[in-house]
């Protein structure tokens, strides 16, 4: 048992890195559900309007995420290494990632928006109107678009701020913008306090200023606190990053962008897939991820303390640590998950009934959310998988084993169920989420291997 079980002083920095993770991810999830039953009470094409659009920023924030995550892995290894200089570079990369990111995503989604969203829209038993919803989502897009920017750099400092081990101020100013996000969706959805009633555009203006609100946070208490962050010291006064950094990163970090950006245009193509058995089906699946994030906060917050502890230990230079420690951290993920699985499997008949839709939209929610609860804890152990093979560099090895088993299994299978059978959405979810268990075996050979266990800054 001693090889899944820790001691106390591991169990003690494991802790102190995952609870704020785990507790800002679950407020702003939390938020986020609270956000879209206040979307929902509008009616059911505002919430598919918004839901669609959702689906297309989060392949926005997940190009994001994945950019920075290449540029994050020498980070971590920097600050186990105590190089100041190297941490300076690799914030400096991770802004011109975010640049770029802004720039090609805003043309795109300006240029394309009304067609990525008529992909979703299908007729289905409720007849419910697909034009109302077409409008609504474009109304949604336009006022998205502004927070791109302030998410971008909040999310270049937050990340660089974990990965130097400081994990509370990114918690306190995501926690601080999610009920700015709840008091202005409140005021600005409804028209209350003399405010006028927007409906799905004031909930994109409440989103926007929430991400300025973190924004700002985070920045200011990055700066002011230098002492605690010596890296902010003359950040700014040159955009030069070394030569041979950038060729690093770029080999390190481009499969892993392109897996953030395939597996999230994987997700939304799914999600289009099941989308050809009627818009009701976009809302049902709207509401159960949603409630599902909420759940899922806990193996999410767990790969990114995976990523952390693994790469701090990689970087000193204490590989059979991190190959100990890997291990217990993961049979915690999945224990973990087996428990908030089986809580969300016993809330599913409830949470969707607060929802202001129709029965049939509630009673496939409930089943998607079943399906999802069942599945957690294998997951969990793919999404540990997947962080620790990153910690270590091995991006091109996790983009064949997330990405590209999403997109020659998972997507071609849900292809073929909507558009050459009559199979219900509920089945078809089960069979695409079940073919996951290849993923899992495959990741389990991948840590075996310990291919994993690289110190890339030692040369550095």
């Known amino acids: 048992?001693?090889?899944?079980?820790?001691?106390?002083?591991?169990?003690?920095?494991?802790?102190?890195?995952?609870?704020?993770?785990?507790?800002?991810?679950?407020?702003?999830?939390?938020?986020s559900l609270l956000d879209?039953?206040?979307?929902?009470?509008?009616?059911?094409?505002?919430?598919?309007?918004?839901?669609?659009?959702?689906?297309?920023?989060?392949?926005?924030?997940?190009?994001?995420?994945?950019?920075?995550?290449?540029?994050?892995?020498?980070?971590?290894?920097?600050?186990?290494?105590?190089?100041q200089e190297g941490l300076r570079d690799t914030f400096r990369v991770k802004l011109y990632i975010s640049a770029f990111s802004i720039a090609v995503f805003g043309a795109l989604f300006l240029i394309k928006g009304e067609g990525l969203i008529s992909l979703f829209l299908h007729e289905g038993q409720e007849r419910l109107d697909l034009k109302a919803t077409l409008n609504y989502g474009?109304?949604?897009?336009?006022v998205m678009l502004i927070q791109t920017i302030p998410f971008a750099l909040s999310q270049v400092y937050s990340s660089t701020l974990r990965e130097t081990g400081e994990t509370m101020l990114p918690m306190k100013a995501g926690i601080a913008a999610v009920f700015v996000n709840l008091l202005f969706n409140y005021l600005l959805i409804f028209g209350?306090?003399?405010?006028?009633?927007?409906?799905?555009?004031?909930?994109?203006?409440?989103?926007?200023?929430?991400?300025?609100?973190?924004?700002?946070?985070?920045?200011?208490?990055?700066?002011?606190?230098?002492?605690?962050n010596?890296?902010?010291?003359?950040?700014?006064?040159?955009?030069?990053?070394?030569?041979?950094?950038?060729?690093q990163v770029i080999i390190t970090g481009t499969p892993l962008l392109a897996n953030e950006v395939l597996w999230a245009a994987g997700t939304t193509t799914l999600n289009q897939c099941y989308s050809v058995r009627g818009l009701e089906v976009v809302s049902a699946i709207n509401i159960s991820s949603t409630v599902s994030n909420l759940f899922f906060c806990a193996f999410f917050a767990m790969g990114t303390t995976v990523s952390i502890m693994i790469g701090q230990l990689l970087g000193a230079g204490k590989l059979e640590q991190a190959v100990d420690e890997n291990t217990k951290l993961i049979a915690f993920s999945v224990a973990l998950s087996a428990v908030v699985g089986a809580v969300?499997?016993?809330?599913?008949?409830?949470?969707?009934?607060?929802?202001?839709?129709?029965?049939t939209v509630k009673h496939l929610a409930v089943n998607l959310l079943i399906v999802s609860?069942?599945?957690?804890?294998?997951?969990?152990?793919?999404?540990?998988s997947y962080f620790t093979l990153r910690s270590g560099g091995k991006t091109q090895i996790t983009f064949l084993f997330d990405c590209g088993m999403l997109w020659a299994i998972n997507i071609p299978l849900a292809f073929l169920l909507s558009r050459f059978t009559s199979l219900p959405v509920v089945e078809m979810f089960i069979l695409v989420e079940g073919v996951n268990l290849i993923k899992s075996v495959i990741g389990f050979r991948l840590l075996k291997s310990r291919k994993w266990v690289n110190n890339l800054v030692a040369d550095q």
């Open 36 to 83: 879209n039953i206040m979307v929902g009470q509008v009616g059911t094409e505002p919430m598919s309007g918004v839901a669609i659009v959702n689906q297309l920023i989060f392949v926005f924030n997940l190009c994001i995420f994945g950019g920075l995550s290449g540029a994050g892995i020498f980070t971590a290894q920097f600050y186990g290494k105590k190089d």
């Open 1 to 31: 048992m001693k090889k899944w079980i820790g001691d106390r002083a591991f169990y003690r920095r494991l802790f102190t890195v995952m609870t704020p993770i785990l507790i800002q991810n679950v407020i702003t999830n939390f938020v």
């Open 344 to 359: 969300m499997a016993a809330l599913a008949p409830l949470i969707p009934q607060i929802y202001n839709t129709t029965d």
């Open 230 to 247: 010596p890296f902010v010291t003359e950040i700014y006064r040159s955009p030069r990053v070394p030569l041979q950094l950038v060729k």
């Open 373 to 384: 609860a069942v599945m957690m804890p294998l997951n969990a152990f793919i999404n540990a």
């Open 138 to 142: 474009m109304s949604y897009l336009h």
């Open 192 to 228: 209350k306090f003399g405010f006028p009633a927007m409906g799905v555009t004031g909930a994109a203006i409440a989103t926007v200023i929430a991400r300025f609100a973190e924004c700002i946070i985070v920045i200011c208490w990055t700066h002011i606190h230098r002492a605690r």
